[in-house]
């Protein structure tokens, strides 16, 4: 039976509770080209087939759009894509990306995501990080055309300071609010995520699952492969690795209980938030992708719930890339 549905947004799409992050196709967990492209088609049936009908990607993964795009084809108007924009490679390889929301490079890169994911229009529309050199006015502003020219239905912001978020919403309703948010990261729960709910903004979790470490599927850091970016994140450090490991075994606890997966738990911590908490795991499985579907069916208990918002991770989330990469703040509007 299909997973039930959650709308994003005070009149934004409706899609099915758990979603599908297609970052995985951009190969960041160290697999192979074959691995990332081959079996789209196939996630995407298994998806359709669970009721997953959020797929989320982004101009900055690869081959993602593109992988997409031939994937959809023939069943577009029975999932709701979104797409991000706004991160910059670097220069060079050892060069840190930089954000760019200049009113030009909004309509530049929506272009682009059109014609590579094949469609006339994107549900929704992301700016992926907020440039600290561009007012948001001016960045909602250039997406606004969008939507009054019928190329973009839905706007989204990620990684948004308060601020950023009640000022962007000012100027055109945010249908939905990316964010890193799992029993690992909890950085939304202070601010943010009750400012979305008193403007009516979705929130659409990103690595949900920590990462895949909540999964209970890695055990060493020998599991991850040498290419495996991974290695250089502050929470999977030598260091660190053992404590945080240490504070999955709550997570696997509970679902021995429930007879599921310590995924599905995570999962479902996140949907017992609020009605419109709507998470996107990545996998290149098809079964994974089932299983984390599955993750809506289960019901936690208001112990199990409070048990699981009493873990935290150590080291820090992220490497520091620059300034404004989680902040999320820009400059006033010139009078």
Sequence with gaps: MPIPQRTLGTNGPVVGAVGFGAMSFARPYGQTERDAAGGAGELLDRALEAGVTLIDTADIYGPSEEVIGKAVAGRRER??????????RGISADAPPVI????????????RSLARLGTDHIDLYYQHRIDPDVPIEETIGAMAELVAEGKVRHL???????????????????????????????????????LCRELGIAVVPYSPLGRGMLTGRITSRDDLPENDYRRGMPRF?????????????L?????????????????????????????IPGTLRPERLAENAGAADVTLTADEIARLDSTSAHGARESELGHNWSEGVTPARSA
């Design 156 to 194: 989204g912001l990620s990684e948004a300071a308060p601020d950023t978020i009640r000022r962007a919403h000012a100027v055109h309703p945010i249908a939905a609010l990316q964010m890193e948010w799992s029993l690992w990261t909890r950085d939304i729960e202070a601010e943010i995520f009750p």
């Design 251 to 279: 997570v696997r606890e509970i679902a021995t209980a429930h007879e599921v997966t310590s995924g599905q738990v995570a999962l479902a911590w996140l949907l017992a938030k609020a009605p419109d908490v709507v998470p």
């Design 79 to 88: 999932l709701v894509l979104a797409t991000k924009f706004g991160i910059v």
């Design 100 to 111: 760019n929301g200049r009113p030009e490079y909004v309509r530049e890169r929506a272009e």
């Design 237 to 249: 450090a030598q260091e660190v690795f053992d404590a945080n490991l240490a504070a999955v075994e």
